[in-house]
């Protein structure tokens, strides 16, 4: 079955950057779309940046772009989350997730589209 670990969040000063990272125990990494998700306190959950199973199909949040960068390392089951030029407003708990079966509309990433779920790492960024 497949269990995320996210870690790698943290406090960081406004301009700063951290590297996300959600480790995947189950046996089908490879095969699994993985994604990024956030969640403040009164908001709802929006998608951050996403990957697809082979890494040649990406997403990224227009609040995001040019900031932050996704990747994969099938060899590790592990996706990761490159955030740079952090903002206050980048404060949350950011969640990792998979998705089976290669059905996420890059163009449109959203989290009904993943079947599974990390326990949620916190980001928080001050001014």
């Known amino acids: 079955q497949v269990q995320l670990v996210e870690s790698g969040g943290g406090l960081v000063q406004a301009g700063g950057s951290l590297r996300l990272a959600c480790a995947d125990s189950?046996?089908?990494?490879?095969?699994?779309?993985m994604g990024w998700f956030r969640q403040s306190p009164g908001k709802e959950r929006e998608s951050v940046a996403a990957?697809?199973?082979?890494?040649?199909?990406?997403y990224y949040a227009e609040s995001v772009k040019g900031r932050f960068t996704v990747s994969r390392d099938n060899a590790k089951s592990t996706v990761y989350l490159q955030m740079n030029s952090l903002k206050p407003e980048d404060t949350a708990t950011y969640y990792c997730?998979?998705?089976?079966?290669?059905?996420?509309?890059?163009?449109?990433?959203?989290?009904?589209?993943?079947?599974?779920w990390g326990q949620g790492t916190q980001v928080t960024v001050s001014s």
């Open positions: 990957i697809n199973w082979s890494g040649g199909r990406r």
């Open positions: 997730a998979a998705a089976e079966d290669d059905k996420i509309d890059y163009a449109r990433v959203t989290w009904r589209m993943y079947d599974y």
């Open positions: 189950g046996r089908t990494f490879s095969t699994n779309d």
